[in-house]
């Protein structure tokens, strides 16, 4: 329509590929100013189609501006600027620019309007978001970005799969709500590609692997945009299709489950983007008007809380080189300010009163109690449980309280971040309370007008009661939470092992068969051979020369026999164990029949 | 260092910190059982007219998932640091 209409996303990426040209004097400034100019773009977009673009037979649709895309778009923005803010102090311009370019194909795949422009944005996401996790530059880094990669790769191919068959089906280019009532192929390649992205089990185990391993900013930004990404996708082309129902139930306390048995703070909070993105699927399955909303403002208010506990641990993370639990403790007294910050996003993530997954969270669970789901309403409830567990309990005790189990090294390190870290936190944590204690501001900004109340006196009262109870709980069982140098195996333990089995495969057996038949034919054919050779000197010492020679001879022969068969070729020795095993399976098969 | 002097100040006073935290306990579970003060006309199923209902739900449910999660991890999920490292 207008060709002036300017993409927030394109902010970002021109942003991201001038960037080399900055003089580093401007290199702060400008890190800030871009993705401030992209959350202001936001702010003043106007609803519309806008960016469509005619391309051989198709028409792309870059800007298509609505309720439901702008709420993503909005926090998306915002998220951009605290997530750079907070990485300010990281040198070089690669990481910012991997950032830049994942947070911008993000806002692509929120404000596309049909699959050829999602599909671009989507691979453009798993493309640049592996830069973050590989720029950690651990052995472990490396390994864990190449299975993100091939996993993310998979889900884009089923994605793709599912695109060309939807359209080659007479299915429409634009990207809107399905009709999973007459389910296709088509479909559910599509779904598949879009619950790959949300971690939904069992395509989740890319997320925790991935995640506990980035670099600490980069975390930060991976924890908001893939998983957020797929639940607007889903909202979009799958609101009301019951089956998300039981797969976000179960998302919701499978990352619970994980998250008491998980060592690593970082790869806790991963477990528990599954667990609250799968409120998110679940109400999404859900799909009515409150529904819808809910998972709006849990998504809103997610991306927040869970960006700030990433910053809190990952603050940790960068100024004591430790995220395991069983190397650290009892940091408050070095860390004040960052365990409070942090404690602010448990607060928030576990919906206490005042703080922002109150506001939202209740929407979902009170839409499955709404629609008689009672079974869906009480585990979402347990889930809750499981959520002030870990990321309200567990996480700041044993990392900022309990047993000092710092190394020297570790405790000498700890101090508070940077002025940018805490900066882009207290801004965050301000966010999160603003958001639970002013729920209009949320509401507002939300796809349908309603009249919803969050601080009636019963779901305080009832909200209050869960929690602190929980608390209790916490503290009869806190030896069984104790930390351990452990890990837990997942769903990867497959792909793992089969890279692993492989290999194996490809080198041990084979080696293992030649070394095998060498030491067959060493004890069936050189034990013999002196055994008969020590046999033959008896005979010679005690029987008639002539006889005795003869024999020695025909010894001698058929140890020289056995010996070139010994030194035989890999093949050979393995057709003659085929043979001789053929040899025996036939005797064994004569002597059972009868 | 105001904040690390206040949660000393806390620490220091483990046993009144706790007295006051089974208070607030106590209290709100009355608090929640008295239907002047909290209306569960809008509750969603019976149970939740019990008095105490989340307060039990919240113990035994968190006391549940721990065990629960620790038995599925002895089961032999948890694995040594280096497992995938051999």
Known sequence: MSDLWIHPGMILLVGAALMPLVPSVLKKPYLLLIPALTFLRVCFLQQGTF???????????????????????????????LGTLYNLQTKGNSQHIATWV???????????????????FWELMAFSSVFLIWMRGRKESMGSGYRYLLVHVA??????????????????WEFSLLNFHQPTLAMYLILAGFLLNAAVPPLHAWLPDAYGEATVGGSVFLC???TKTAVYALIRGFAGYEILIPLGVIMALYGVVYAVLENDSRRLLAYHIISQVGYMVAGVGIGTELAINGVCAHAFAHILYKGLLFMGCGAVLHMTGQSKFAELGGLYKKMPWTFLFTLIGGLSISAFPLFSGFVSKSMIVAAGFEEHKLWVGYLLMLASVGTFLHTGLKVPYFIWFGKNRCQAETWQRAKEPPWNMIAAMSVTSALCIFIGSWSPWLYSKLPYAMEYHPYTSYHVSETL????????????????????????????????????VFLWVARKPIQATDTLVGEVYRVLGMSPLL???RLASLFDNHIIDGAIDQLAVTVGGIGRRLRTVQRGVLQENLLLALGISGVIVLILVLIFRQ | MKLVQFIDFLIQRKRTVLRLCYAVLALLVIWDAIPFFVNKEHAHTDFETIPGF???????????????????????????????NE
């Not at chain 1, 870059?62 to 926090?75: K, N, Q, S």
């Not at chain 1, 404000?111 to 050829?116: I, L, P, S, V």
């Open chain 1, 102 to 120: 994942y947070a911008g194909s993000a806002l692509g795949a929120v404000f596309a309007g049909d699959f050829a422009t999602l599909f671009l």
């Open chain 1, 465 to 500: 009661l869960l929690l602190l109870f929980t608390a209790v709980g916490f503290f009869i069982l806190l030896k069984k939470l104790e930390p351990h140098p452990l890990v837990s195996l997942d769903i990867d333990w497959f792909y793992r092992k089969f890279g692993k």
């Open chain 1, 51 to 81: 960016g469509v673009i005619d391309y051989g037979q198709w028409q792309l649709t870059f800007g298509r501006v609505d309720a439901l895309a702008t709420v993503f778009g909005f926090v998306m923005a915002l998220m951009s600027f």
């Open chain 1, 155 to 172: 889900g884009g191919v089923l994605l793709l799969l599912g695109i060309i068959l939807h359209c080659s089906n007479g299915g429409s």
């Open chain 1, 531 to 533: 055994m008969s050779s």
């Open chain 2, 54 to 84: 989340w307060a039990v739900f919240g113990l035994v449910g968190c006391m549940f998932l721990i065990l629960i999660s620790k038995a599925f991890g002895h089961t032999g999920v948890m694995k040594g640091e280096d497992y995938y």
């Open chain 1, 224 to 226: 908001a945009f893939t």
